[in-house]
């Protein structure tokens, strides 16, 4: 039943591919109006960052994320400093700056003018009484008198000194710094816009005597989207480069054109599906689509080498085209496939992004069958035949045999590549617990350690206790319940637990507020700076302290409308893993015990900046684990089913393992730490090993079934397939080695970097550990093959001795230059036979 299955999808898939051939131009114009259509929907196609897509909105920190967004607001956070040199901020300049500074900030696009805080914002307030006990409310810097005299001056530093909520968070402990913060709300941030407009405020406030720093997420990302002219000219160069090598491999018009027309159609349906599915461009994901265009350009360069080898032998431009696509569909298409899929695993990841990502990168990986294996052969059958058809370049093929034949040919050679390549894979294997989910280092690993939001975020850390904030939820189950006592001696106990980490710089939250307005309506007596005993009493002190703000919403930093939810702020000076994973720890460790002796508490993780790197962090360590062994796992499947073999799968299996286990031992040993941004790029580089190692064994089973030695058909193998997967990877390396020169991202460079490596790596497996395994194991799908009635291998079946015709090993038909004949040359064990099958 199976082989009927097999046979009958052989001949469907043969008589496909003879109405394809008698058909090229019909093809060819199909796929000319489907590249008109996509390339219509380009103009649409938006290049932005949402920040919502990179979060795992089902992560339970996230969920509550977005509860605190709602009251508190969230992680997407500009933070501005001003230092001054010499001296205190406590002078009319300084002040005068930062109130200069406020007013900017306070201004930016898409900023919550209620989460604002700055020494000399509305929000933040001293409190005092009058002669008659009532409450004065009054910002500490008043903008109509910008020259004070040095009582005033020193008036107004003791007052910053006895309010904790503002000296240490908003004036840096040494008295050098002050601080702006201010929250953005997250409904499609115009990030360039507001990048360009924090920049302005700061050209403004730029001065003498004193510098500014400004870090924060929507800092990081506008920094990143300067970079974008960049990017577009780095890719125009490798675009270059690319063909200036295309022009060195081939000297040839056809091997030239035809992959740089694949990698633009491919491009444009990629594009213009993306734009049709409205999945937005992000600046970060360039090198996918660069990789996914670069894999086209590799299947085109397959093929037009292909094309000149039967060439030389055909004489024949239209068979040469047909002879290409017979010998590289299996495995052109099985590799697109496999790659497509291994795409489009993404879809599987937490956040949105892997999303958008697979399931648009998955679609731009498959159109590949169509805008390049089947566009460059039909290509080659309706362009004219050229008039040089010996194939040149035998220097190299000949060098590449003839070391196979001296290292992998043999069964020692094979032995000892298999030997080191476990050796290499135990090593890595070493180094694999010390890579990181998460940053590897403080600051941002998208820009050099020296770059102006780095050395901002580092001056800022030192200065204040974190410009990195953790925000807990505090919840009860009645409206008020904040309110009791107990409850409120529970958020400071937690509190207290969580600054008994070192990390910790710093907390906010509503006690602090009560202890204070408790002391100050006892006439500031420090005896008084406590916490009520009744949650009557707990409320008057809240209420006090929002009924003598004349702004509204003075409490809406720390308790909500119901006083049922708390928020707790923490500060913490980086994002590292290590930082992360502790800070998560002790979080659990105290919620654990605080919970047990409160009923009705709930304390929930976690918002801020912290909060949500957390979530992505976890997340990623389990989306990890789901997409790249799935990858790796359906390329077993898929290979599997191809060639009807387990072995052909697990063949496939042995260099993904290897490249993926040496890759994961140079990210660990560099310090690159696994990020949502890394994990699509190792997976599409995942793939590209599997295009070498389809290819490579396929050509081997191929030479296999002519010549009937699997050493000779190895050194076959590598000296013809060899020499295309070689161009590509030294192509590919090349372009991307760009990247490390000339792109100002850290992170472009180290994916560059990557990169390279894994595409190395990649070619190092498929060029010796497939072959040398042939060798050694001798699988019986490879060395067992011939080829059926249609010319497509197949695997031998059992054997009759009376059987004759089953002795008979097919050749590849292989076309005469002269018109009247078709050649097919067949082997058996004991004769050559040539037959002569259609006369025309």
């Not at 810097?141 to 309010?163: H, I, M, T, W």
């Not at 000296?167 to 601080?179: C, T």
């Not at 996918?288 to 350009?297: G, H, Q, S, V």
């Not at 930093?557 to 708390?566: H, L, S």
């Amino acid at each position: 039943m199976v082989t009927k299955l097999k046979r009958s999808i052989t001949q469907s898939l043969h008589r496909a591919e003879e109405w394809i051939f008698d058909n090229p131009k019909i093809v060819l114009s199909l796929v000319l109006i489907v590249t008109i259509l996509f390339g219509s929907a380009l103009p649409k196609l938006r290049v932005y960052t949402d920040f919502s897509d990179l979060m795992p909105q089902s992560h339970p920190y996230i969920k509550v994320y977005n509860k605190l967004k709602e009251d508190f607001g969230g992680a997407n956070m500009i933070v501005m400093a001003i230092e001054v040199e010499q001296g205190t901020v406590f002078n009319d300049k300084t002040l005068h700056l930062i109130n200069q500074a406020t007013q900017g900030i306070d201004n930016v696009p898409g900023v919550n003018h209620d989460l604002v805080s700055s020494l000399a914002h509305r929000t933040v307030r001293k409190l005092s009484l009058d002669e008659q006990g009532g409450f004065i409310s009054k910002p500490y810097y008043d903008s109509l008198k910008p020259v004070r005299d040095a009582a005033e001056l020193e008036q107004l530093k003791n007052d910053v000194l006895a309010n904790p909520n503002v000296y240490g968070l908003l004036v840096s402990p040494d008295l050098k710094a002050a601080i702006i913060k201010a929250q953005l709300n997250e409904n499609d941030i115009d990030y360039a816009k507001t990048f360009a407009a924090v920049m302005e405020v700061r050209n403004k406030v730029a001065a003498s005597g004193h510098k500014v720093y400004v870090t924060g997420n929507p800092v990081l990302t506008g920094w990143v989207y300067t970079y974008t002219d960049q990017m577009v000219r780095i890719l125009f160069y490798t675009l270059g480069l690319f063909s200036l090598l295309l022009i060195v491999y081939f000297r040839r018009l056809y091997g030239i054109a035809l992959p740089l027309l694949g990698i633009a159609l491919s491009s444009i349906w990629g594009l213009g599906f993306m734009s049709l599915m409205g999945i937005n461009l992000e600046p970060l994901s360039l090198p996918i689509p660069f990789l996914i265009a670069a894999r086209a350009a590799s299947h085109g360069v397959q093929l037009v080498a292909r094309y000149y080898e039967e060439l030389s032998i055909t004489r024949n431009g239209k068979q040469s085209a047909r002879n290409a696509l017979d010998a590289l569909f299996r495995p052109g298409s099985l590799a697109i496939i496999v790659d497509a899929i291994g795409i489009a695993v993404l879809m599987l990841g937490a956040a949105p992004f892997n999303h958008k990502l697979g399931l648009s990168a998955g679609f731009w990986g498959f159109a590949v069958i169509f805008t390049v294996h089947f566009m460059v052969p039909l290509a080659l059958t309706v362009l004219p035949q050229p008039k040089v058809t010996i194939n040149g370049n035998h220097g190299i093929r000949n060098f590449l045999g003839a070391a196979m034949n001296r290292t992998g040919g043999t069964e020692r050679g094979a032995r000892i590549i298999l030997s080191l390549s476990l050796i290499a894979v135990i090593g890595a294997g070493t180094l694999l617990p010390n890579l990181q989910f998460g940053e590897s280092e403080p600051g941002s690993p998208l820009l050099h350690r020296t770059h102006d939001y780095n050395q901002s975020t580092k001056a800022i850390n030192n200065l204040f206790p974190g410009a990195e904030e953790l925000q807990v939820l505090v919840r009860t189950d009645e409206k008020g319940g904040i309110r009791r006592p107990e409850v409120i001696a529970a958020i400071e106990r937690f509190q207290a637990h969580m600054l008994s980490d070192p990390a910790c710089g710093g907390t906010k939250a509503i006690p602090g507020i009560v202890r204070f307005v408790n002391k100050l309506t006892h006439n500031e007596d420090p005896r008084w700076m406590q916490l009520p005993v009744t949650a009557d009493e707990t409320g008057g002190l809240m209420f006090t302290y929002m009924t003598s703000s004349p702004i509204p919403g003075a409490l809406r930093e720390f308790v909500n409308g119901d006083e049922d939810r708390a928020n707790l702020v923490f500060y913490y000076k980086d994002l590292q893993a290590v930082t992360i994973d502790r800070v998560v720890a002790v979080a659990k460790e105290g919620i654990r015990k605080i919970e047990a002796e409160v009923p009705g508490l709930h304390i929930e993780l976690g918002g801020g900046i912290v909060g949500v790197t957390a979530a992505t962090n976890q997340s990623l360590h389990t989306d990890h684990w789901v997409i790249i062994p799935g990858v790796i796992l359906l390329a077993f499947v898929l290979v599997a089913i191809y060639y009807d073999s387990l072995h052909a799968g697990f063949l496939m299996v042995v260099p993904m393992l290897f490249s993926t286990l040496l890759t994961y031992a140079y990210m660990a040993k560099s310090g690159i730490g696994m990020s949502v941004n890394t994990v699509p790029v190792i997976a599409v580089g995942v793939g590209v090993g599997i295009d070498y190692a389809v290819y490579f064994m396929d050509r081997i089973r191929e030479e296999m079934a002519r010549l009937h030695d699997v050493r000779k058909a190895v050194v076959t193998a590598v000296a013809t397939t060899g020499y295309a997967v070689s161009f590509t990877v030294v192509t590919l390396t090349a372009g991307v080695v760009l990247w490390v020169f000339m792109s100002d991202l850290r992170f472009q460079s180290d994916a560059a970097v990557l990169l390279a490596f894994m595409l190395i790596v990649n070619a190092i497996a498929a060029v010796l550990i497939v072959p040398a395994w042939c060798v050694v194991f001798k699988p019986h799908f490879i060395v067992l093959t011939h080829y059926g009635q249609h010319g497509a291998l197949e695997e031998d079946g059992p054997v009759k001795s009376s059987d004759q015709a089953a002795n008979i090993q097919c050749l590849p038909r292989i076309h005469c230059a002269g018109p009247g004949q078709d050649l097919f040359i067949a082997q058996s064990t004991d004769r050559a036979a040539v037959h002569v099958l259609d006369q025309k």
